[in-house]
């Protein structure tokens, strides 16, 4: 499976603690094994972001992504809860 990141998230992920990098990492790994992993909390998203999925990266963490075929996952935005939804 392919992880593409949208360009404009390589720096912001450059930018996030160290901690949330490394659980970044982690989930990525649970993610290229299963999807639907339960601590993943793979889930459809509705309003602004219809179309797209989001899973958990940590307790506030969140990333947002589309799959594109059955290979390829973009990823759109990986911010806390609050910066993305605004609650």
Known sequence: MNIVFQTH???KLLRL???VRF???KRLEIFK???????LNNHPLQ??????RSINITGDYR??????NSETIVVF???TH???YGS
């Open 9 to 11: 998230l390589k720096k």
């Open 17 to 19: 603690p160290k901690k």
């Open 23 to 25: 659980a970044l990492a």
């Open 33 to 39: 094994s299963n999807q639907f992993d339960t601590i």
């Open 47 to 52: 309003g602004t972001y219809q179309g797209f």
């Open 63 to 68: 990333l947002i992504f589309q799959i594109l």
């Open 77 to 79: 935005d990986l911010d």
């Open 82 to 84: 609050h910066n993305l």
